[in-house]
């Protein structure tokens, strides 16, 4: 086994319900040790992925291969993966420790040494007292991590996510988001997150792949995929961008092709002021001020009809309320501008 | 807003949920405490008494003659231990037919088949009790078709006796045994068996350790109607049974041929009370606090 041998290598997977092609010939390495997160609104396949790599589905084509090894074809119990459930799946006749060492216990681990590991495995989710406890007897947050431990427990080359961080409150989430990814830097395993909170996969990730109908739209660092989207559909769907169609862009930017920017690199200014060299200006009304705590959401109509949204830092200077109508020059660096793909059919 | 008579009793009712509650309550319970409680009460009170000999009409002394008849009397020990033995198979032969079959309605079949299994297993509960036990008695008859399929294998059909009784109350009773199986297995999410396959374990070991001890209750549940029904069935064994005689049979004949009501009372305790325990037992193991 050599290094450039890939924790999971997917090569034509396609699994198709009926007529649905809920995964359409995909091909995708991940790395060991890599955080990879997959990213996509609801039916767009990245759960199906996520069962087939782990032995739920099986596919119509294509193959798994786990390190090098063809699994494909190989049963659930026979793969070194392990799946935190979305919700979460504790056995609610078993108390916690027995959950967590449940792997342990049908491996035929003496009882000594799955009890010692499978409380080691509860301590480390700062669990260690709850053992006795029975699922139902836990909030939310403290489900997820016994989930985490009986899932890690048994020292699985790599950990799939099916979006485990769903059913929490924001709070709670954030905190989580931090566990796990100090968890994943500790085991050094590769972690395979699906969800389709495109903050959390931003905040969490080494490569993140964005899934629409099936397919993988962009894969690539959470940099990249942010700054340098490669289609409408990333575009919009990470984060909040302004997309100008192929029309919009000849007309208001003078440029050819679909391009976007996003909010926070367009400023508002009084209008008719100096316009610095190698700067869009354009003229508009400001529609909407929306408060965001630490920020502005202003929706502006340029002339030409094009809603924009712009973000401003809160600087708690003028009241919101006091700028909608107001006329202004919303002007931003047309290298901010991101040039986008036309959208595949 | 105008204090009308409806009014002033909805507003009543409405601050007195306790006095609510009685209202609500008090039909039903009347009708349980007439038919079943009071029903119950004169069996009980009936065991007691006696009948003249000469005469034949029930006399109200008080008398344990006829309990400890029953509890003493050699045949009585024998039909009940034969009764209860034949429930017990019935149950557990119901359980292991139940299991697969509810498993796979559950788990397993589409949902379109599911439907139509459904409707399979209640189909039997729509027709007459009497024409399922007859058309039993006539497949295991002499040439009967329990012949016609067991011959060829070397097997000879067990003919009348206790093992046709046995598998025709299995036959009968097993709906009630596959359906709150079926619907414990429902309340089973799917996740729970991927994740113990997940975490390693074959397809028994996820059965044994997952979702038996998580089916208990709904395994209670079906058992409690197949072994109670079969205590108290005397018609199944008339016709299929041969000469055999259950405790059903000894309440009839003493009811109507003998026609020593007393005794027939008393020797209806017996169910009564293994039920009563069986129930304990069952109560015991905590299948009954989810049910």
Redesign the interface.
Known sequence: MTSETPAIRLTGLTKTFGAVNAVDNLDLDIAEGEFFSMLGPSGSGKTTVLRLI???EMPTSGTVELLGQDVTSR???DRD???V???Y?????MTVLENVA??L???GIAKNERLERATAALEAVALGTFGPRKPSQLSGGQRQRVALA??TV?EPKVLLLDEPLGALDLKLREQMQVELKELQRSLGITFIFVTHDQEEALTLSDRIAVFNNGRIEQLGTPAEIYEAPMSPFVASFVGTSNIFDADEAKGMLGRDGVCSIRPEKITLHAPGGKVVTDTVALAGRVTEVIYLGTSMRILVDVDGGKRLTVLEQNAGTASPLDRRGEVVSVRFSPSDLVDLEPAMA | MKATPARTISVFLSQHARVRLALLLSAPLFWLGLVYIAALAALLVTAFWTVDSFTGQVQTTWTLDNIITVFTGSLYQAVTLRTVGVALLVTIIDIIVALPIAFFMAKVASPRLQRILVIAVLMPLWASYLVKVYAWRSALSQGGIVEWLVTPFGGTSPGYGLPATIITLSYLWLPYVILPIYAGLERVPNSLLEASSDLGAKTWRTMRSVVLPMLWPAIIAGSIFSFSLSLGDYITVNIVGGANQLLGNLVFTNVGAANNLPLAAAIALIPIGIMIVYLGVARRTGALNSL
């Open positions: 782990a032995g739920f049963a659930p119990f993966v392990n799946t459930f979305q919700d799946a504790l056995f609610p006749h449940y792997g216990r049908v491996r009986r899932a048994v």
